[in-house]
Each structure stands twice: as C-alpha cells, then as structure tokens.
C-alpha cells in the first residue's frame, strides 16, 4: 500500500481575511452578528476541497509549504463565499415591459392584478423547455461565482402545474450537477394562484398538497416547501395547510411572509418552526418578539423594497431585538433583477442602518443556517468547504462602503481557483 502526501494549495500574502466567530454554532443571533474575526497578512491552507488551515502568513506550518500550489493573495480581502439564500433565477423570460410600466407609476399589484407579474413569468416558463431554461440558468450561475456567490438557492415557483413545477425542479437539479455553485432547490409551488384555478382556486391549494408535495418529497426533487403568503396569493389558512403538508413530507417550510401587507406570515412561520421567513417589511411587533425567542430565520431582501419602491423590513429591530437575521438578493425576473449580494450588503446598510459586520455575517453563516448547511458552508473554518472569495479592497468593510463596482478578483470554490484579475 502506498501513502501519497495530499497536495495543499496555500493562499499566501493576503492582506485581510475576516469571517464571522461562529464558536461552532451553526448561526449568530442579534447583536453577536458583529462579531468578526480578521487576520491581516493572511494565508489560508486548503486539503482538496476542505480548509485545512488559517492564520498568520508568518506562522505558516512548515509541512503544508513541501507539497503545495501556492497562490499569491496580495492586496485581496478573503472573506468567506456569499450563501444567496433566496432567488427565483429559473425563469422563462425577462419582465422589462412591466419595470417601465412601474417607473409610469404603476404598482407592483395592479400589474399582478391585471395578469402580469408572477403569472406573466408562468407564462414564459411554461413554454419554455428544459434545455432553454438549463442554458439561461446556467449563464446567470456563472456571473453569479463572479459577484462572490458560492452557494444558491433556486425555487420553482414558475411553473404551478404539475409538470411545470417538475419541470422546473428538474432543472434546477440538472444546474446542480452541472455547475461548481452550490445549489439548494425549494418547491414553491404555492408562489401564486395560476390563472386556470383563479374561479377555485381550493382545488389548486388541493393539487399542491394531495399530489405536488407528496410527488416532489418522493422524488427528493427539495427539502423545502415555500409559500407566498399574500392577500391576492395564499392566505394564511391555505400557508398553514400547505406548510404544515410538507412538515408531513419531510420539507422544511420557508415563507415569504408579510412582504405587501401584515397578513401574519411572520406569526406563522414561529408556529410551524419555518426555518426561514423572508420579506418582513411589514413584521409586527408581536412577531419580532417571537422571531427573538424563536430560531427562524429573518431574510431580508432589500433588493425587492429598493427596486419596487417599498419599505425595507425593520432589520435594525430584529437584530436588536435578538433575531436571527439573513440576507438575500431574491433575484428573480419581477421585484428585484440582480444577483449581487456585495448590493445588497451596500443596501442593508444604508438603508436598514445594519452594520457591514451583521451585512456580513447576514449573507454568509445566518443565509447557510436558513439552507440547514451551515456545517459546510458560511464562514471560514478549519474542516469546513473552501468557498472563498477574494477581493480587490482595503479591508472588509470597504465592500458595502463602494458599491456598484464589482470587487471580486478571484473565488475559491471547493478547492477550485477561478481567478478574474
Ligand atoms: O419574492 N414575493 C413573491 N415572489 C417574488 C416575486 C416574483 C416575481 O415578481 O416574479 C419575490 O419577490
Ligand atoms: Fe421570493
């Protein structure tokens, strides 16, 4: 039997790594999002697809330097890879018409209401086949690697028909194999009421519990079961019957909760324990409280409340309160077409006074725990995914500080180097 020496790659020279403390818990809770660690002139060891370890340059092992590709880090900022924890970016085509309608002074709802929005994007999926939605996908993936992203998370949501949905999960498992990005699917199959159900829509809500759930849950198409919870989409009785079928199943439920109004999403996500709520932006005070004493998980999506021209979710409140808080780009064809989450970060800061730690520690570990992964992924540790990224900056802090330019200079996925520089 022979024993051959595994070969490391070492990032070295690297101006300043900086990742959220996580003391081995797989999220961080109210103001403990501000705790950072960083280590100026950095080196980063990595075993195959694992990190192995970090430090100091100066204080580099001797073993790892004999048998080792040795990458130079100078003037990068590694932080550890973005979790996109919420997006819609299986789509059959763009919704421009509609932006320019808004930017007219339409509403996001009176364009739904008239038969655009989702139903629009159900339309163009529907028609649309694997290998077209495959091709597009697969081309926002990789610009998505290129703004720092690392790990996605993709709903159906587009398709609400039996086949359309399958369809739709099979594409997102086709990306899956086929890119580097991780990727998480969610059936969302209850995004909204598909225009063919709209005279009964109780036998919708009857085909996505008696057969969608059961057949996806079957198949291992997801682990999770989402719902809109929205006055014109799902009301709280029909999110509580369809969560509470994919409890049944196996899914872990996620809501888009209180997103247009304070219907009460919030609320329910605390009592079927989802492991995310996301949206908020009209959270009560009650549910803040619960989301405190709770482990859901707060998504905040200032994406959609920026390019919709809405209120931004009371992030502030929820951290300060002790909540667990997410951030996401829910990049999707409608409420908010863009997958970068250094924006989002900018956004979350200015507009929802977090600081950049939290922006940080929001779209890394807290977006891993939302996807039950933070084992793997969210921060950069020893034993977990080499999922970094690196950046052309002073320090951390300068990422939400110069926004609309993109930093990222080379990412480390799972061991692979892709360098943009
Ligand atoms: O998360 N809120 C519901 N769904 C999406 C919007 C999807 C669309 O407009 O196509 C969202 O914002
Ligand atoms: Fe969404």
Redesign the pocket.
Known sequence: MTHKNPTYTIVQNIRQLATPVTNGKPFLRGRKMRNMETVDNAAVVINSDTIEWIGKDADLPDQYSGNANIIDGSGLVALPGFVDM?T?MV?GAT?EEEFAMRCSGAT?QEI?AKGG??N??VRSTREADKSKLRKQTMRFLDRMIRHGTTTVEIKS??GLSENDEVKMLDVIKMVKEDHLINIVPTFLGA?AIPPEYKEHREEYVELVCKKMIPYVARKKLTGFCDV?C?NG?FTLEESRRILQTGIEYGLSPKI?AD??SPLGGSELAVEVNAVSA??LEHISDKAIEMFAKSDVIAGM?PG?SFYLGHDYAPARKLIDSGAVVALAT?F?????VSYSVPLMMTMACTQMKMTPEETLTAATINAAASLNIADKVGSIEKGKQADIVFLQMPNYMYLPYHFGENHVAAVMKSGTWLEYR
């Not at 999707?332 to 908010?336: A, I, R, V």
């Open positions: 919420h819609h789509f919704r996001y739904a929005g989702i629009n994007t949501g587009y995004h809109f929205e989409f888009h997103e247009l996301d949206h999506l959609v829910d999707n064809p409608g409420s908010c």
